[in-house]
């Protein structure tokens, strides 16, 4: 069964840092982009960063860029997201997700991705 699982989520204090991991399993995604997708209560799901393949070019959005690095590691199935300086703003669940076509990830308003994972919780506190 294909599962992504997210891992690293928590409670921290405005300026602090934390590193999200997302664990894939049950195939690989050597073919799929593959990011992180937020989403506070009541809001709408948020792009935040994706990488492509096999280019691994990055996309992030504007108000995670130069705070944020999405980095995969294909070898291990695994993903990361490393959030520094994070502000009270960056409170969400944050969801693992996959996708033969990139383009899909950048507008998660508007489109569902192939695969999710659980989410996990982060929690910025000022």
């Known amino acids: 069964q294909v599962q992504l699982v997210e891992s690293g989520g928590g409670l921290v204090q405005a300026g602090g840092s934390l590193r999200l991991s997302c664990a894939a399993s049950?195939?690989?995604?050597?073919?799929?982009?593959m990011g992180w997708i937020r989403q506070a209560p009541g809001k709408a799901r948020e792009f935040v960063a994706v990488v492509r393949q096999p280019s691994e070019t990055t996309y992030y959005a504007d108000s995670v860029k130069g705070r944020f690095i999405i980095a995969r590691d294909n070898a291990k199935n695994t993903m990361s997201l490393q959030m520094n300086s994070l502000k009270p703003e960056d409170t969400a669940v944050y969801y693992c997700?996959?996708?033969?076509?990139?383009?899909?990830?950048?507008?998660?308003?508007?489109?569902?991705?192939?695969?999710w994972g659980q989410g996990t919780q982060v929690t910025v506190s000022s």
């Open positions: 997700a996959a996708d033969r076509l990139y383009g899909k990830l950048l507008q998660p308003q508007y489109y569902e991705s192939e695969y």
């Open positions: 049950g195939r690989t995604f050597t073919a799929y982009a």
